[in-house]
């Protein structure tokens, strides 16, 4: 059975703070992929990053990295310098890796507000 | 470009009434489907999946049901809604084992 754990269920923080966002899985695959997703109070969740399992690098994209490590079963999201617009739910989600599509494991999501 | 489309975006439906939620998806052929709900206040799960015309997986059993008629076409149904089917539904689309891409949501509300 596959489960992801986000631990932080409410982050509050002044806009320009850095926040990280905990991600940590359980999954009995040795290959899976991985993802954050955002969910705007629209609802409508938003593609942000796939890391695959054998994949440890790091990813930055603009205020945006991921720190993805195995050892410690983790995929924590920074955002740098946070702005009011990045306030959200974020969730993090598992998949096994195959070729009968992305069924995804979500976690209970962060709520992050970012504060003027 | 793929786009999903999903309707409608609200529905408030008495308990015991029927439900039917759809989702289509352009500009891609072949798609792995979905439909996932989210209770207030939680994580997303899984109701269905489909991987072809006719070819449906249900992840936890329950009051609802899905069809695809078509290869872009999925659909959510129940014949009697319950209290507990109140959520958002979401449906979502990858091409093979990729990142999935979701709809706008439908929010129900049974009552």
């Known amino acids: 059975a596959q489960k992801v754990t986000q631990a932080q269920t409410e982050i509050s923080v002044v806009e320009k703070e850095d926040v990280t966002l905990d991600c940590v899985y359980e999954?009995?695959?040795?290959?899976?992929?991985l993802f954050w997703y955002k969910q705007p109070p629209s609802g409508e969740l938003v593609f942000l990053i796939r890391?695959?399992?054998?994949?440890?690098q790091n990813e930055i994209s603009g205020r945006y990295s991921w720190n993805f490590q195995k050892s410690t079963s983790s995929f924590n999201f920074t955002i740098t310098a946070s702005q009011v617009v990045d306030s959200a739910v974020y969730f993090c989600?598992?998949?096994?890796?195959?070729?009968?599509?992305?069924?995804?494991?979500f976690g209970e999501g962060t709520q992050l507000t970012v504060n003027p | 470009s793929q786009t999903i489309h999903q309707w409608p975006a609200t529905l408030v439906q008495p308990v015991g009434s029927p439900l039917s939620l759809e989702c289509t998806v352009e500009g891609t052929s072949n798609p792995n489907l979905y439909w996932y709900r989210q209770a207030a206040g939680r994580g997303l799960q899984l109701l269905f999946y489909s991987i072809g015309i006719d070819q449906i997986s249900s992840e936890v059993p329950q009051n609802l049901s899905a069809s695809r008629p078509q290869d872009r076409q999925f659909i959510l149904s129940s014949k009697k809604l319950l209290l507990s089917d109140s959520g958002f539904y979401l449906c979502a689309w990858t091409f093979g084992a990729t990142e999935a891409f979701f709809g706008q949501g439908t929010r129900l509300t049974v009552v």
């Open positions: 989600a598992l998949s096994p890796r195959g070729t009968s599509g992305s069924r995804l494991t």
């Open positions: 890391r695959n399992s054998f994949d440890e």
């Open positions: 999954t009995r695959d040795t290959t899976y992929y």
